[in-house]
C-alpha cells in the first residue's frame, strides 16, 4: 500500500487525470444503472417504488464493497486492460445503437427466471428487489472491471469504486439534470468514454512492447494529462458555444 501512496505522491497529476477520467465513467455508468433500476419498479405501486429502490441501494454498496476487496486481486491480470476498453466502447456502440432505434428498450421482468422463481414465494415487490440484487452484482462487477481496467495502483482504484457508490446516490442525479439542460453533454460523455477504451485497447502494446517508444508515450504524464484536458474541452467548449450563442440570440431580439 505504501508503493501506490508514494507513486501518486511522485505523480500527483497524472493521479489526478486517472480520478477525473473515472469520475466521468462512473457517473455515466450510474446514470444508465440508475435509469435500468427505475424501469424495473415502474410496474409496482407508487408507494413502493421508492421502497425497492432503497433496497437497491443497499445492494449496490454492498456488491460494490465486496467486489473492492477483490480488487488486488484483479489488478494483476494485465487482460483486463483491453478487456476493460473492449466493455467501454460496447457502451458507446450500445448507447448510439438505442438512439437509432425507433422504441424504447424495455426489461421483460417475467422473461427473468429468478423473478419467476422469487414471484409465487414472495410476491411481486419482494420479486422485484431480488431482481434488483442480481442486476446491482452485475452493475458492481462492471463498475469494478472498469476502474481496474484504467490503473492497477489499488488505491485509486478503491477512490474509483467509492467514486461509483457516491455516483449512484448523488452525481447520477446531478449529471441528468445538468443534461437536460444541455442535452449534447451525453453524447460528448460517450465520445470520452469512447477515447478512454480505445486508449485500453492499446494496453497490449505496453504489456508486450513495453521498451517502445508508443508504449512510453501511453503510459506518460503527459498522455493522462493531455486526456484529461481533451475531455474538459469536450465538456466545455460546447457550453460555452451555447451559451454565447444564447446571448448573440438574445441581444440580436433585443436590439
Known sequence: MTNYLQEIINNPLPSLAIVGNLFIIESMLSIDNAAVLATMVSDLPKAQQQKALRYGIIGAYVFRGLCMLFASFLIQFWFLKPLGGLYLLYLVYDNFKDKSSDGDEEIDKQGNWLYRSTLG???????????????????????????????????????????????????????????????????????????????????????????????????????????????????????????????????????
Request: a neutral charge; aromatic letters at 12%.
Open 121 to 255: 414465494l414472495m410476491g411481486p415487490f419482494w420479486a422485484t428487489v431480488a431482481l434488483i440484487e442480481l442486476m446491482d452484482l452485475a452493475f458492481s462487477i462492471d463498475n469494478v472491471l472498469a476502474v481496474v481496467a484504467y490503473t492497477d495502483n489499488l488505491i485509486l482504484v478503491c477512490v474509483g469504486v467509492f467514486i461509483g457508490i457516491l455516483a449512484m446516490r448523488l452525481v447520477a442525479q446531478a449529471f441528468v439534470l445538468l443534461m437536460g439542460k444541455y442535452p449534447f453533454l451525453e453524447t460528448a460523455a460517450f465520445i470520452v468514454i469512447g477515447i478512454l477504451g480505445a486508449k485500453l485497447m492499446l494496453s497490449p502494446f505496453e504489456h508486450f512492447m513495453p521498451t517502445h517508444p508508443f508504449s512510453h508515450f501511453l503510459s506518460s504524464q503527459a498522455t493522462e494529462i493531455g486526456m484529461t484536458v481533451l475531455t474538459i474541452l469536450i465538456f466545455v467548449v460546447p457550453i460555452v458555444y451555447t451559451m454565447l450563442t444564447k446571448r448573440k440570440k438574445s441581444n440580436a431580439a433585443g436590439a
